[in-house]
Each structure stands twice: as structure tokens, then as C-alpha cells.
């Protein structure tokens, strides 16, 4: 799966979490739009890969709202903290582009396939 998706999932459940675990309603706002802009980035990352560092900028905002914003239960502050350092860790990571068969081949100095080349 790749790190793209990883984010989006996560960033449904930052969604999700901000609801269900101690927020208040200050920080269930912030922490859902956080979320909306993680999840949006990461799909625009899809198209542009250079746009993830983007989501770094976020997650790193959103390790600071998980130590920073009043009134947090210590689970929700605990899950935002790590959802945020796994999102900031994904978005520092160098996607992979093509695919496994877009591989380039293998040539010698007349343009002739090594014979240790796959195909």
C-alpha cells in the first residue's frame, strides 16, 4: 500500500477521532480540518508527489496542537500526537513513481540486452 493511501486512511482517522475520543469543541474543529487538509493534500500528492511536503508542514502543526490545545482528553492527546508523527514521517519519505514493469532495461554500448538482464 503505498504511503499516499496510508495518509489518506490515517486521515480519516483523525476525522473520525475528533468526535469519538475527548475533544472539545474548539479542538474537534481544528483537529477536522486538520484532518480535511491531510486527506486532500495526500490525494494531490497522487498527481504531484512534491506537494506531500505540504502535509509534513500540517503534521508538524499537528503534533503542536496535540501538546497545545486546552481541554484535550489524554487519549486524544496521545492518539493526535502519533497519528501526527506517523503522517510527518510518511510525508518525509521519498515516493516511488512508475511501476515495477516500467523498469528500464538493460543495455550494452551497441544497444544489445545484457544477458543478465530480466526480459
Known amino acids: 500500500m503505498s504511503a499516499i493511501y496510508v495518509d489518506v486512511v490515517l486521515a480519516v482517522w483523525l476525522l473520525v477521532s475528533a468526535f469519538v475520543l475527548g475533544h472539545t469543541l474548539l479542538s474537534a474543529a481544528v483537529i477536522s480540518l486538520v484532518a480535511i487538509a491531510v ?6 500528492a497522487l498527481k504531484r508527489p512534491g506537494i506531500r511536503y505540504v502535509n509534513s508542514a500540517i503534521t508538524l502543526f499537528l503534533v503542536f496542537l496535540a501538546v497545545l490545545l486546552p481541554g484535550l482528553s489524554a487519549g486524544a492527546r496521545v492518539n493526535t ?3 501526527g508523527l506517523v ?16 523498469k528500464p532495461q538493460a543495455v550494452g554500448p551497441e544497444g544489445a ?3 543478465w538482464s530480466p526480459d
Do not use: E
Open 39 to 44: 486527506g486532500i493534500v495526500a490525494l494531490m
Open 81 to 83: 500526537a502519533i497519528v
Open 87 to 102: 503522517l510527518l514521517a510518511l510525508s518525509a519519505m521519498t515516493p516511488v513513481h512508475g511501476h515495477p514493469h516500467d
Open 113 to 115: 540486452q545484457h544477458p
